[in-house]
């Protein structure tokens, strides 16, 4: 009679995913905090590091050569919000990510290589980016923190 073991089994999944959806609600509402500059920041650095960790991952799996473009790698890159361009130099990816529109905004773009992967990995997942203001200012900014 498996009726009853599988009904078992189902309710003790969903009860189990029910819990997952809470987990990422306080990253959320602390970032909703932060000052205007640091979320655009957090926003644009978060999507450095994905790419940036994607591009390392390509050039470990295709022995040691870097991909030359983010269609090679199968990414785009224009999304509703950003722009992306990646550049090789010496082999390590050079990843910048601009939103398309900057009206209203304080921070334009950031740019990130692979060493954001060994500082967040040495930091707890904290990391920095070199980001660029409305006023064409540059300035490393933390993010994670």
Same mark, same amino acid.
């Given at each position: 009679m498996?009726?009853?073991?599988?009904g078992?089994?189902?309710? %003790?999944?969903?009860? =189990?995913?029910?819990?997952?959806? +809470?987990t990422?609600r306080?990253?959320?509402?602390?970032?909703?905090? %932060?000052?205007?500059d640091?979320? #655009?920041a957090?926003?644009?650095?978060?999507?450095?590091?994905?790419? $940036? +960790?994607?591009?390392?991952?390509?050039?470990? @799996?295709h022995q040691?050569?870097?991909?030359?473009s983010f *269609?090679?790698? &199968?990414?785009? @890159?224009?999304?509703? @919000?950003?722009? *992306?361009?990646?550049?090789?130099?010496?082999? #390590?990816?050079? $990843?910048? $990510?601009?939103?398309?529109?900057?009206? &209203?905004? #304080?921070?334009?773009?950031?740019?990130?290589?692979?060493?954001?992967?060994? #500082?967040s990995a %040495?930091n707890?997942?904290?990391? =920095? $980016?070199?980001?660029?203001?409305? =006023?064409?200012?540059?300035?490393?900014?933390?993010?994670?923190?």
């Open positions: 498996p009726g009853p073991a599988a078992a089994v189902l309710a %003790l999944i969903l009860l =189990s995913a029910c819990g997952a959806k +809470d990422a306080p990253a959320e509402t602390e970032t909703r905090r %932060l000052p205007k640091r979320r #655009e957090e926003a644009l650095g978060r999507e450095i590091f994905e790419l $940036v +960790d994607r591009a390392i991952d390509y050039r470990g @799996s040691g050569r870097p991909a030359a *269609r090679q790698m &199968g990414v785009d @890159s224009l999304t509703p @919000s950003t722009a *992306r361009s990646m550049m090789n130099l010496a082999r #390590e990816p050079v $990843v910048t $990510v601009t939103f398309r529109s900057t009206d &209203g905004r #304080e921070i334009t773009s950031c740019r990130g290589d692979g060493q954001i992967l060994e #500082e %040495l707890g997942g904290k990391f =920095s $980016v070199m980001c660029t203001a409305r =006023s064409g200012a540059q300035r490393p900014m933390r993010i994670g923190d």
